[in-house]
């Protein structure tokens, strides 16, 4: 069993659609990071949490430190958020391990 | 600021052929990482520096792999001699320190042939 597993795998919905993806780690962590990565490569940092819950635009994240799960939730969603999302978790000093990734598309 | 910098985008080498990815990291970041990206593995952590200081290598595959961050501005990843199965999406990322979110460079797409 992967330390850290996403779900699902793959996501298709249409423009507009409340979107979640989640994650759930099996070890002790202290902090877990979601990326996104575009469909060209490039790489970004979107979250970075160890408690509760932050939000930048339409994108929420949120952590349940004791159920060990976190959730990436994407509202109002749109073609251009298309991309493979990426949840991180670091465990002590600076070693992430990292989930399989959830390739989200969105149709217009 | 620029971001992360990685060069070159693309290198196609032969097997046998030294290979060298460098990376710039944002300035004023003290911890840098290189990691890797395959379709089979996704992405790996092989190495990451802390003030210049490489911490954890554990990641880094085998003796053919090195890198090091002779300053703040500047670490190079190598391998010698590069093989087939090294072909993937290396990237660098860094981050300010170890409790912030960490900012990717491109990557740098190897191909060995």
């Known amino acids: 069993k992967n330390e850290v597993e996403q779900s699902p795998q793959n996501l298709t919905a249409q423009e507009g659609e409340f979107i979640t993806i989640n994650c759930s780690y099996s070890?002790?962590?202290?902090?877990l990071h979601w990326l996104q990565q575009h469909p060209g490569g490039g790489i970004v940092s979107l979250f970075m949490?160890?408690?509760g819950k932050k939000k930048h635009g339409r994108l929420i994240a949120t952590i349940n430190i004791q159920e060990k799960h976190s959730s990436l939730h994407i509202t109002a969603s749109h073609p251009r958020d298309s991309a493979v999302y990426i949840c991180?978790?670091?465990?002590?000093?600076?070693?992430?391990?990292f989930g399989q990734g959830t390739r989200l598309t969105i149709n217009p | 600021d620029a971001g992360v910098i990685q060069s070159p985008r693309h290198e196609v080498t032969e097997m046998g052929q030294e290979v060298t990815l460098r990376c710039k990291p944002i300035?004023?970041?003290?911890?840098l990482f290189w990691y890797r990206q395959t379709m089979m593995r996704g992405l790996e952590l092989l190495i990451y520096?802390?003030?210049?200081?490489?911490?954890?290598d554990s990641g880094m595959p085998e003796d053919r792999f090195s890198a090091k961050m002779p300053n703040a501005s500047f670490s190079t990843l190598k391998i010698q001699p590069s093989e087939p199965r090294d072909s993937a999406v290396y990237f660098c990322?860094?981050?300010?320190?170890?409790?912030?979110?960490?900012?990717f460079g491109q990557g740098t797409r190897l191909t060995v042939v």
């Open positions: 070890v002790g962590i202290s902090a």
């Open positions: 949490l160890s408690s």
């Open positions: 990322a860094s981050s300010r320190d170890r409790d912030t979110e960490a900012f």
């Open positions: 300035s004023g970041h003290n911890s």
């Open positions: 520096f802390n003030n210049n200081v490489p911490i954890d």
């Open positions: 991180a978790v670091r465990r002590g000093a600076q070693k992430l391990v």
